[in-house]
């Protein structure tokens, strides 16, 4: 008697745990949760340290004084790169006699900072859109006598310089010290200007 009884149980016991397992296999969720996945992983990452190559500026990179287009080591040297032998436009004369004028005795900076004040002002809206227009101007430079300017030696050193210097001043090929200028005075006098100094530049100060 015992024997069955205990054949019984056995059964009874056999029997709970086959629905507890049947159930549990029906539900998705139920059975996510209690049977363990195997995820399959991707390949490992890995982290290589390699050298990064940066180009360097150089120290006058973006200064005045400077090449635009760094295919000059000086401005002397950009001047001697310059034709100045080719007949020049009524405008282009213009800007190397107002340079030739004004500061042929000055240095090769001083000399395109007065070239720069020209040709801002040419695209400036403010002043004639010419440089002929701007040199002529009543009242600007003290060598335009009776609206007539005087007659440069164009066979000397320092008409050759004030033509190379008008083409850099055109082009920009040189950063000039005297950016967005517009005026300028000698240092022998003295204006009561209420504008903004830019800089001083051999024997001009210039403004903007």
């Known amino acids: 008697m015992r024997t069955k009884v ?9 029997a709970t745990v086959l629905t507890a397992l049947f ?31 940066q180009s360097i500026l150089r120290e006058d990179e973006g200064k005045p004084g400077a090449a635009a287009d760094d295919s000059a080591n ?15 436009d009524s405008q282009m004369r213009c ?11 000055e240095s090769l900076e001083g000399q395109l900072a007065v070239g ?21 101007q009543p009242a600007q430079f003290s060598f335009i006598r009776g609206n007539a300017m ?13 033509v190379a210097i008008a083409h850099i001043a055109v082009d920009g090929s040189w950063k000039s010290n005297v950016t967005g ?7 022998s006098v003295s204006p009561a200007w209420r504008l903004t100094r830019v800089a001083r530049v051999d024997n001009h100060v210039f403004y903007r």
């Open 74 to 88: 000086s401005l002397a040297e950009l001047v001697a790169e310059q034709p100045t032998d080719q007949p020049l």
């Open 23 to 53: 159930s549990a296999q029906g539900s998705g969720a139920a059975a996510s949760d209690v049977i363990p996945m195997l995820v399959e992983q991707g390949p490992s990452m890995k982290f290589v340290s390699e050298p990064v190559v």
């Open 116 to 136: 720069r004040v020209i040709v801002n002002r040419a695209e400036s809206g403010r002043f004639p859109s010419s440089y002929c227009g701007v040199v002529y």
């Open 6 to 14: 205990q054949w019984a149980s056995a059964m009874a016991l056999a």
């Open 150 to 162: 005087p007659k440069a030696r164009e066979d000397s050193e320092s008409w050759r310089r004030a």
């Open 181 to 187: 200028a517009l005026f300028f005075h000698a240092t």
């Open 95 to 105: 800007l190397a006699s107002a340079i030739y004028f004004e500061a042929r005795g």
